[in-house]
């Protein structure tokens, strides 16, 4: 009975483990700050390569548009921005700020992807 007690216990630690560590405000952030580093590329795909590193810390391992062929930088800092929100109002400006950067990956012009870029991260910044 004392094994299964303490087995419970260790797992109970665990599970808020998980969320306690949660660092939404480092994951907005990393994403702004490669939304930033999207509008400044020189070529288009090193835009579209931080805006999907923006994205991947936005929405975390099990986003819809997270992407395993490009980083994310903010792996160590919780299950990504959206999902690690402090409130409905904070995570509906990140899906917002997401979906201006899921658009600028389909633009093949570097002037209106990097306004794209330079958009979402202000808007992310603003989700602060």
Same mark, same amino acid.
């Given at each position: 009975?004392? #094994?299964?007690?303490?087995a &419970?216990? $260790?797992?109970?630690?665990? %599970?808020f483990?998980?969320?306690?560590?949660?660092?939404?405000?480092? /994951?907005?952030?990393?994403?702004?700050?490669?939304?930033?580093?999207?509008?400044? *590329?020189?070529?288009?795909?090193?835009?579209?390569?931080?805006?999907?590193? *923006?994205?991947?810390?936005? /929405?975390?391992?099990?986003? !819809?548009?997270?992407? &395993?062929?490009?980083?994310?930088?903010? +792996?160590?800092?919780?299950?990504?921005?959206? @999902?690690?929100?402090? @409130?409905?109002?904070?995570k !509906?400006? %990140?899906?917002?700020? +997401?979906?201006?950067? #899921?658009?600028?990956?389909? %633009?093949?012009?570097? $002037?209106?992807?990097? #306004?794209?870029?330079? /958009? +979402? &991260?202000?808007?992310?910044?603003?989700?602060?």
């Amino acid at each position: 009975m004392k #094994k299964i007690l303490l087995a &419970s216990i $260790a797992g109970a630690g665990l %599970l808020f483990a998980t969320t306690a560590f949660a660092d939404v405000t480092a /994951e907005i952030n990393t994403a702004s700050t490669h939304a930033g580093l999207a509008a400044k *590329a020189g070529t288009i795909d090193m835009m579209h390569m931080h805006m999907h590193h *923006a994205i991947n810390c936005l /929405e975390g391992t099990g986003g !819809a548009d997270y992407d &395993s062929t490009n980083a994310n930088p903010c +792996a160590k800092d919780g299950s990504g921005a959206i @999902n690690d929100a402090a @409130n409905a109002a904070q995570k !509906a400006k %990140l899906q917002a700020a +997401a979906a201006q950067l #899921k658009s600028g990956l389909a %633009l093949t012009d570097m $002037a209106a992807a990097g #306004k794209a870029a330079t /958009e +979402a &991260s202000a808007a992310i910044t603003a989700a602060k």
